[in-house]
């Protein structure tokens, strides 16, 4: 008897923890998803080239194909996601920054406009990479690259790192380059063509 009794409460406990573990993942998962709301845009390839304006937070890794994720329920916000023979056009005016993760396999180029940040997750390797950055938005890059070309505008901020073997950097006076991580083979520094004509308005 007393078997029996053990043998139904044992089976009792094992039932109400399995019932619990059963509530809390679906809890869990509520409000996983309630947190992160994405959508994986599966019509796009060959990008080499990224064009983002507004509000917008981008993240860019290296991979073997093209795919662009977007977070915070894109489909509900005032957000354009275009791609246009090899151009990925990304923009947001929402107060809430829209986030937007690609992974590139042979990207070229990128500008960043208003107040978008661009953000590398990981190595960025190419053969040539151009960027530009221009009003308020930022980047943050890890390279590696043969030849980079940056130019930095306005009251951009650009934080490089990495290695390269051909360095150009083109950058306002009121810009903020932060290249102390960055190694380069050969490097040069240009003054913007406006800086030039208020140096030579000042002789």
């Given at each position: 008897?007393?078997?029996?009794?053990?043998?139904?409460?044992?089976?009792?406990?094992?039932?109400l923890?399995?019932?619990?573990?059963?509530?809390?993942?679906?809890?869990?998962?509520?409000?996983?998803?309630?947190?992160?709301?994405?959508?994986?845009?599966?019509?796009?390839?060959n990008?080499n080239?990224?064009?983002?304006?507004?509000?917008v937070?981008?993240?860019i890794?290296d991979?073997?194909s093209?795919?662009?994720?977007?977070?915070?329920?894109y489909y509900?916000?005032?957000?354009?996601?275009q791609?246009?023979?090899?151009v990925?056009?990304?923009?947001?005016?929402?107060?809430q920054?829209?986030?937007?993760?690609?992974?590139?396999n042979?990207?070229?180029?990128i500008?960043?406009y208003?107040?978008?940040?661009?953000?590398?997750?990981?190595?960025?390797?190419?053969?040539?990479?151009n960027v530009?950055?221009?009003?308020?938005a930022?980047?943050?890059?890890?390279?590696?690259t043969?030849?980079?070309?940056?130019t930095?505008?306005?009251?951009?901020k650009?934080?490089l790192?990495?290695?390269?073997?051909?360095?150009?950097?083109?950058?306002?006076v009121?810009?903020?380059?932060?290249?102390?991580?960055?190694e380069?083979v050969h490097?040069?520094?240009?003054?913007?063509?406006n800086a030039?004509n208020?140096?030579?308005?000042?002789?």
């Amino acid at each position: 008897m007393k078997t029996k009794i053990l043998s139904i409460v044992t089976i009792a406990a094992i039932v109400l923890g399995i019932a619990n573990t059963t509530y809390a993942a679906t809890k869990n998962d509520s409000a996983a998803k309630n947190n992160e709301v994405s959508t994986v845009l599966t019509n796009v390839s060959n990008i080499n080239k990224i064009e983002v304006r507004g509000n917008v937070e981008l993240y860019i890794s290296d991979g073997t194909s093209d795919q662009v994720k977007v977070y915070n329920r894109y489909y509900a916000e005032s957000a354009l996601v275009q791609n246009q023979k090899g151009v990925l056009r990304i923009s947001s005016y929402s107060d809430q920054k829209l986030v937007v993760w690609i992974t590139a396999n042979d990207l070229r180029s990128i500008s960043a406009y208003d107040n978008a940040e661009v953000k590398s997750f990981g190595k960025l390797s190419s053969i040539e990479l151009n960027v530009d950055l221009h009003n308020n938005a930022s980047a943050n890059l890890n390279l590696d690259t043969f030849s980079a070309n940056v130019t930095v505008a306005d009251h951009a901020k650009a934080d490089l790192s990495g290695t390269a073997n051909e360095f150009s950097l083109k950058h306002d006076v009121a810009t903020s380059v932060n290249k102390y991580n960055l190694e380069a083979v050969h490097y040069t520094d240009s003054t913007p063509v406006n800086a030039k004509n208020m140096d030579l308005a000042g002789i």
